[in-house]
């Protein structure tokens, strides 16, 4: 297997929803993706900004890189994506994983969308499959589906080195994603784990969400060996039948996420508000006593 060259990786924190947002690229002046970026949203006032987005565009700005590529993990539930501001800043497409159809397809009935919402991807500029690869300068990515958290999650390798997971892991003492959202499987989440945790023990595991406890910083990456000795939930020697009893007792107890029912709504149109009204309103939907 040829030696790539270790990515170069830019993270930025958003703390009000504890998100991590990455720009990967090769070297200053050359090609990058950025992975899951965050809007700014305030829900008392209904209001988004750019700030954290803007961060991001100042960075790529400021090395001279060509981001080609607005590579989503999955349809966050505790934020809202920045791709549609990104594209326009940065000339980037946006893409996700193909089973986004199976999420959109929920949650169209969900929110009961107008009818010119069609679950078939196609918001998205591009839909990626497990074991797709493609070339973004020096940088060589390949495409993990990585289910569980949601049926639609990706794992993104670049240059056999490093590994953007999403939510599918958290930081060893934090364990793993809930599996109780619509398509959810804890069993499918252990086994996109384990397929994780057989690549190589020094590759770089970049999560998505860090939610530390007293007295220790953030953190956004770790190494396969590490999860495999230290994470909570799925360390060597723990297994899928007690995993999942474990998760499903967990997930029991656990609230929605704050921004869930906004954040749903836009991130199925890949970042997309709901069409505008007659006067040129947009109105997002609250679902009530539905469960």
Known sequence: MTQHQAPQVKAFLDHDSDTFSYV?????????????????????????????ARQLVDFVREQQLTVPWILETHAHADHLSAAPFLRQQLGAKVAIGE?????????RQ????????????????????????????????RVMHTPGHTPADLSYVVNEQAVFVGDTLFMPDLGTARCDFPGGSASQLYGSVRQLLALPDDTAIYICHDYPKEGREH??????????????HVRDGIDEAAFVQMRKERDATLGMPRLILPAIQVNIRAGQMPPADEQGRVFLKIPVNQG
């Open 24 to 52: 990967v690229y090769d070297h200053s002046g050359g090609q990058a993706v950025i992975i899951d970026p965050v809007l700014d949203f305030d829900y008392a006032s209904g209001c988004t900004r750019t700030t954290s």
């Open 219 to 232: 953190r956004y990456h770790t190494r396969v060996a590490e999860q495999r000795q230290h994470n909570i």
């Open 110 to 141: 969900r929110f009961a969308l107008e009818p010119t919402f069609v679950a078939d991807g196609s918001q998205f500029d591009h839909l990626f499959a497990d074991g797709d690869r493609f070339e973004v300068g020096e940088l060589q990515i």
């Open 99 to 107: 089973h986004i159809t199976a999420v959109q397809a929920v949650f």
